[in-house]
């Protein structure tokens, strides 16, 4: 003998769950994050000089741009003689291991260039370069 029991028709789930497409986006917005490089500019444009023996130098993290009216710019800000020193060694401390690249405007003055340089080596960097353009 069977009994019948008195059951209700079953619904079927009508909603998609998205949960696992979520969590599928958001690792691939972490990863592509946590890989990202991320470049740096000094902040101007610079009109380099040429040179035949120009070579491209890797890991170059402190930009420091000086313009045609010996203006210098270090991340997208116009700094002071004085305070080059100092961004600088804030900048040598977030990375120890890079180094300065200096990329002088064909009008700008030596004497300036001079003084970034000197100012790089007494914030302890003594990896500088100075950029041009190839031929």
């Keep these: 003998m069977k009994q019948f029991f008195n059951q209700a028709p079953q619904e079927e789930e009508s909603e998609i769950n998205i949960t696992p497409m979520l969590d599928v986006v ?15 500019e000094a902040g101007i ?21 000086i313009g045609p009216n010996n203006d210098i710019w270090i991340d997208r800000r116009q700094v002071d003689i004085r305070s080059v020193r100092p961004n600088i ?4 401390a977030e990375n120890p291991q890079g180094s300065v690249v200096i990329q002088a405007d064909k009008e ?6 001079i003084q970034v340089m000197d100012a790089s080596r ?9 950029a041009a353009q190839e031929q």
């Design 89 to 92: 060694e804030r900048l040598h």
């Design 122 to 130: 007494q914030a302890g960097v003594y990896n500088v370069s100075i």
């Design 108 to 113: 700008s003055k030596t004497d300036t260039l």
């Design 45 to 65: 444009d610079v009109n380099r000089p040429d040179a035949a023996t120009a070579v491209k130098q890797e890991k170059a993290n402190i930009l420091i741009a």
């Design 26 to 40: 958001f690792i691939m917005l972490i990863f592509f994050i946590v890989t990202a490089t991320f470049i740096k």
